[in-house]
């Protein structure tokens, strides 16, 4: 079985940080590329950033210059930094990532259960 665990949410006042993980766990081959997706009550969830294996990263409009992404292949874990926050960035934020197991054959794209960032004014 493969896992992504997300960790980091909280609460915070508008203006500060947060950090997000998302570590894979499991019968892994290799991880492709990965993401994180937020959803607001109310809305469709949307992505917010991506990092392929390689590194090359993109960045929803509204989180650019604020959010940085990245990942450590070597620990199987992705990060979402965010700085400035806003209240609209309240949501429950997801990671996804397409993985590849020793158990099933080609990718398959996964998401992790969420955890809350609410950013208050």
């Known amino acids: 079985q493969v896992q992504l665990v997300e960790s980091g949410g909280g609460l915070v006042q508008a203006g500060g940080s947060l950090r997000l993980s998302c570590a894979a766990s499991?019968?892994?081959?290799?991880?492709?590329?990965m993401a994180w997706y937020r959803q607001a009550p109310g809305k469709q969830r949307e992505l917010v950033a991506q990092v392929t294996s390689g590194g090359s990263t993109i960045y929803t409009d509204s989180v650019k210059g604020r959010f940085t992404i990245s990942r450590d292949n070597a620990k199987n874990t992705m990060y979402l930094q965010m700085n400035s926050l806003k209240p609209e960035d309240t949501a429950v934020y997801y990671c996804?990532?397409?993985?590849?197991?020793?158990?099933?054959?080609?990718?398959?794209?996964?998401w992790g259960q969420g955890t809350q960032v609410t950013v208050s004014s």
């Open positions: 996804n990532a397409d993985i590849k197991s020793y158990y099933e054959l080609g990718s398959r794209s996964r």
């Open positions: 499991g019968s892994i081959v290799a991880i492709g590329t």
